[in-house]
Each structure stands twice: as structure tokens, then as C-alpha cells.
């Protein structure tokens, strides 16, 4: 059994992320900046980026965006 992200809960796409950063409502929280929109569909979409400024080694980078994936398969139905 899959434990992974389904792809309906992915954001992706260059339209999807665009429209995401210029008409979404931001907020910050420490090093975390959480962009959100409003969308038509049924499901929430999620996609993680993580600051190359502040994470340095794209290990780093990687092993949080893994956890935040996972920290939103968890409880996304919270």
C-alpha cells in the first residue's frame, strides 16, 4: 500500500504556482513562509518549497520538505 502523497493532494504546475504567489494570502512563521488560495476543487493541494538561503545542502532541504510532506499526509484530514 502507497504511504505517499496522492497526486491530487500536488501542487503543481507553473500556472497553479503562479496564480499561488501572486493572488494567495501569505503568512509567515519563523523560516516558514505558508502560501495559501482559495480553489473550486473538492481536495487540498500542497506543494513544499524550502529556502536555499537558509538550508544550504539540498540534503537539508529535502529531508524537510519530507517531513512536511509527511507531517500533511498525517493530518490533512484535520
Do not use: C
Not at 19 to 26: C, D, I, R
Not at 29 to 48: C, D, I, P
Not at 56 to 73: I, W
Request: charged share 35%.
Amino acid at each position: 500500500m502507497n504511504q505517499g502523497l496522492a497526486k491530487a493532494h500536488k501542487l503543481k504546475g507553473y500556472t497553479a504556482i503562479r496564480l499561488l504567489f501572486e493572488k494567495g494570502k501569505s503568512q509567515r512563521v519563523a523560516f516558514l513562509q505558508l502560501l495559501s488560495r482559495e480553489n473550486q476543487e473538492a481536495k487540498h493541494r500542497m506543494g513544499f518549497s524550502v529556502p536555499k538561503r537558509r538550508f544550504k545542502k539540498a540534503v537539508d532541504r529535502n529531508s524537510l520538505k519530507r517531513k512536511m510532506r509527511e507531517a500533511y499526509r498525517r493530518h490533512k484530514h484535520l
